[in-house]
């Protein structure tokens, strides 16, 4: 065995510092990861409304919306008329969108949550029931968390392309 080896592991054993004493998460990670949750929940509010006005508020000026079975939204605008046009036409609109973990980078402007969401709504003459799950790129702009990139599929194989969901 080479002289050096033994000299290398003490090192390498010797620096670690046992769990118990490692940095806990930074106080503006964890407020971010709050500040995150909280436009979640209004997010959901704003769903349950079909506030189109409010929807295109929640995204960055360039977010994109890209559904399954659907072209993706580029901007803001569009995002907002692809929410009008598809989600928000049925009725009894609710989704439950739950956070599995939120990853907020170093430099406190960008964000990562993925998770899981069930949908429900009625389109005419028939219910409109989903669960999967999604990844959603977060950004800070002008201070607040908007949506950079929404994306949801269903993991248990896709729905039929005419069943009118939309996560």
């Not at 909280?38 to 769903?47: G, H, K, L, P």
């Not at 995204?59 to 605008?77: K, S």
């Not at 995002?79 to 430099?107: C, G, K, Q, Y």
């Not at 999604?134 to 069943?163: C, Q």
Request: net charge positive; charged share 25%.
């Amino acid at each position: 065995m080479r002289k050096w080896f033994p000299t290398l592991m003490a090192l390498v054993l010797g620096c670690g510092k046992p769990a118990v004493e490692q940095a806990a998460p930074a106080t503006g990670a964890s407020a971010d990861e709050a500040a995150i949750r909280a436009q979640e929940t209004r997010w959901r509010e704003v769903i349950a409304r079909k506030d189109t006005a409010a929807i295109g508020s929640f995204y960055t000026q360039d977010g994109i919306y890209a559904p399954t079975f659907r072209p993706m939204a580029r901007g803001r605008d569009a995002v907002a008329a692809m929410w009008a046009t598809n989600e928000f036409t049925l009725d009894s609109l609710r989704l439950e969108r739950t956070p599995i973990r939120i990853d907020v980078a170093r430099s406190g402007d960008v964000a990562t949550e993925v998770g899981t969401w069930v949908f429900h709504g009625v389109a005419p003459e028939r219910p409109v029931d989903g669960r999967g799950s999604y990844v959603t790129s977060w950004r800070k702009d002008g201070g607040t968390w908007k949506i950079s990139a929404y994306l949801w599929n269903f993991p248990e194989g896709p729905a039929r392309p005419d069943s009118g969901t939309g996560r």
